[in-house]
């Protein structure tokens, strides 16, 4: 369903219909935290000495997470862009179709 035809659900299923994005939103913000923590953190940080970050820990977690958070930003721009192709392509097939 799209999110265009929530206002036609009734108010009990676009409550639910609400509570279930709400949870695959969550659990998506989860996935991704965990998986930047493995690629970021896990590389830079091998040692335990003490319990703060050294300078180059740091500084080696948080280029790596902004280069993770911009290639994860780039990747969703290229998936909308993808997403609206299809979509305008399958609308022009639709009417050629007519």
Request: hydrophobic fraction near 35%; charged fraction near 25%; proline fraction near 4%.
């Amino acid at each position: 369903m799209s999110m265009e035809g929530i206002p036609n659900l009734p108010p009990h299923l676009q409550g639910e219909f609400m509570r279930n994005l709400e949870n695959i939103q969550m659990k998506d913000s989860l996935r991704l935290y965990n998986h930047l923590v493995q690629t970021c953190f896990t590389p830079c940080v091998t040692s335990f000495r003490s319990k703060s970050l050294d300078k180059y820990e740091t500084s080696c977690v948080e280029h790596c997470a902004e280069r993770y958070i911009k290639m994860t930003q780039r990747v969703g721009l290229r998936f909308a862009e993808s997403q609206a192709l299809q979509q305008k392509r399958a609308a022009e097939a639709a009417a050629g179709g007519k």
